[in-house]
C-alpha cells in the first residue's frame, strides 16, 4: 500500500487495507493523499444557520418538532444577507446556509436571501442545507443563484433510516439527491457516525455509497446524543470511529470536498485538527449570531457558542497553523468543474420555467440511487 497516495485504487483493495489497517495507518494514508489532491490549504465555509423551524421530528435531532423546548427562530433574508456580506468583508468566498427543513421558509423567504447574497456577494458560493423540498423548489432555489446543496443520508441501512426519520425512506433521501443533481447543483451528502443500531457493516456501507453516488463533498461527522430527543442515553462513540470513517471517505473519494465538523470539534476539544490529519480539507466557521445559534443545537456541548463570525475565522486560522496547515477563501468548487464553475449559473437559466431544463451533471446519482436501494427498499418509500 505504500504508493496508495499516487494512484486509484480500487474500493476492494482500499476496504481490504480499512479492515486490517490501525487508525494510524489509515488516516496517514487519508491524509497523505489528501495533500495531494488538494495540497496544505484547507476552504472555509462560513456556515448560517438561519432557522431551527422543522418540519420533521428525526429522533436523533435536537431541533425536532416535537421538542418543547427549543425557543425557536427564523431568520429574515436581510438579516441572513447581512451576514453573509460582513462575512465577504472578512474574506469568505462561500457560504452555507442551513436550517431545519420548513417548505413554507424555503418557499419564500430562503430564495430572497439566496437573491440577495448572489447580489451584494457576487463571487461567492452559495450552499443550502434545508432538508427534502420538492424539485421545483429546488429548481426555484438554483434559479435563483444557488450553487451547491448538502442533504445527508444519514445512514445507508433502510431500516435503521426509515426508524430514525419517522417513517421516512432511504430511498426518498436519494430521490432528492438525484433531483439536486439533475438540476445541476454541485451535491454534498454524509452521515453520523455511531447511531444506535449502526454496525461495521453500516459504516462500510455508508462510505460504499458516497463513492458511488459521486459527491461532490461528504459531512461526517459522529452522532452525539441530546438529553431532548428519544435517543438521550444512547452510548457515545469514540472520535477514532469518526477519524476511521473520513479516511475510509478520502481514500474512496479523493477529489470530494470535506469537513471536519463541528460535531468532531464538539466531541473532542482537537476533533476537527484530528479530522484534518485524517483527510478533511474544509472547516465551516460559523458565522450565525450567537443569540441564533445558541438556540441550533441538533446536539448538545456545541462548541463556539458565544463567538461572532470573526473570531471563528481568527480562531481556525491559529488552529491551522498548530497542523502545519492554512485556511483558504478560494470558493473550493468541485474539482470535476475544474476551476470552472460559473457564478450564479442558475440566474441564467429561463426564467419563465418554473424549475430549469436540468443541467448538465456528471453526477450519476440517478444510477447510483436506483442500484443501491430498490434491492432493499422501494425508491419511494
Ligand atoms: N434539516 C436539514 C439540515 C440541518 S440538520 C437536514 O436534516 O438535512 C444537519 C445535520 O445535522 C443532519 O444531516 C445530521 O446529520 C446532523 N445531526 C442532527 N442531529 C445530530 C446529532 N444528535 N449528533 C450529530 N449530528 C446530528
Ligand atoms: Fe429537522 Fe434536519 Fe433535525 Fe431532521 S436533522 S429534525 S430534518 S433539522
Same mark, same amino acid.
Given at each position: ?12 483493495? *482500499?476496504? $481490504? ?10 488516516? =496517514?494514508? $487519508? +491524509? ?9 490549504? !484547507? ?5 448560517? #444557520?438561519?432557522?431551527?423551524? &422543522?418540519? &420533521? ?18 431568520? #429574515?433574508?436581510?438579516? *441572513?444577507?447581512?451576514? $453573509? ?32 447574497? +448572489? ?17 421545483? @423548489? ?12 448538502? %442533504? ?28 439536486? @443533481? ?5 451535491? =454534498? ?20 455509497? &458516497? ?10 461527522? /459522529? ?16 472520535? #477514532? ?17 470535506? /469537513? ?17 490529519? @485524517? ?20 446536539? /448538545?456541548?456545541? *462548541? &463556539?457558542?458565544?463567538?461572532?463570525? #470573526?473570531?471563528? !475565522? ?12 492554512? *485556511? ?36 450519476? %446519482? ?12 422501494? @425508491?419511494?418509500?
Amino acid at each position: 500500500m505504500a504508493e496508495l497516495a499516487t494512484r486509484e485504487r480500487e474500493p476492494a483493495e *482500499i476496504l $481490504a487495507f480499512y479492515a486490517k489497517a490501525g487508525t494510524e495507518a489509515l488516516t =496517514g494514508r $487519508a +491524509r497523505e493523499l489528501c495533500l495531494e489532491r488538494h495540497g496544505r490549504r !484547507i476552504l472555509l465555509r462560513g456556515l448560517i #444557520e438561519y432557522s431551527n423551524r &422543522c418540519a &420533521c421530528d428525526c429522533l436523533y435531532c435536537g431541533i425536532r418538532r416535537s421538542n418543547a423546548r427549543v425557543y425557536r427562530y427564523r431568520l #429574515e433574508p436581510e438579516e *441572513i444577507a447581512a451576514l $453573509a456580506r460582513k462575512g465577504y468583508a472578512a474574506g469568505l468566498r462561500s457560504f452555507v446556509l442551513q436550517g431545519g427543513e420548513d417548505p413554507a421558509y424555503a418557499e419564500a423567504a430562503l430564495p430572497r436571501a439566496v437573491e440577495m447574497i +448572489r447580489e451584494s456577494c457576487p463571487e461567492a458560493a452559495i450552499t443550502l442545507s434545508a432538508g427534502i423540498l420538492d424539485r421545483a @423548489a429546488y429548481g426555484r432555489l438554483k434559479l435563483v443563484g444557488a450553487d451547491r446543496y448538502l %442533504l445527508r443520508f444519514e445512514t445507508s441501512d433502510p431500516e435503521l433510516h426509515r426508524s430514525l426519520r419517522g417513517g421516512v425512506g432511504l430511498g426518498r433521501r436519494l430521490e432528492a439527491l438525484v433531483d439536486l @443533481a439533475d438540476l445541476g447543483y454541485q451535491v =454534498g451528502s454524509g452521515y453520523m457516525v455511531g447511531l444506535p443500531g449502526e454496525t461495521e457493516e453500516t459504516r462500510v456501507d455508508n462510505a460504499l455509497l &458516497c463513492r458511488e453516488l459521486r459527491l461532490d463533498m461528504v459531512g461526517i461527522g /459522529p452522532f452525539i446524543p441530546h438529553g431532548d430527543t428519544p435517543l438521550a442515553g444512547s452510548p457515545q462513540s469514540p472520535i #477514532e470511529l469518526t477519524l476511521r470513517a473520513a479516511a475510509l471517505v478520502r481514500l474512496l473519494l479523493p477529489d470530494a470536498h470535506m /469537513p471536519a465538523t463541528t460535531a468532531a470539534g464538539s466531541l473532542d476539544p482537537e476533533g476537527r485538527e484530528k479530522m484534518i490529519l @485524517a483527510g478533511a480539507n474544509v472547516l465551516m466557521p460559523n458565522i450565525t449570531p450567537p443569540s441564533a445559534k445558541r438556540n441550533y443545537l441538533l446536539y /448538545p456541548g456545541k *462548541i &463556539c457558542l458565544d463567538e461572532e463570525g #470573526e473570531t471563528c !475565522i481568527g480562531c481556525l486560522s491559529l488552529r491551522m497553523k498548530t497542523i502545519g496547515r492554512e *485556511i483558504s477563501f478560494d470558493r473550493g468548487d468541485a474539482p470535476r468543474l475544474g476551476g470552472q464553475a460559473k457564478v450564479g449559473a442558475g440566474t441564467d437559466l429561463d426564467h419563465e420555467a418554473a424549475v430549469p431544463a436540468a443541467a448538465p451533471s456528471s453526477v450519476p %446519482l440517478a444510477q447510483a440511487a436506483s442500484s443501491s436501494v430498490p434491492a432493499k427498499e422501494g @425508491a419511494h418509500a
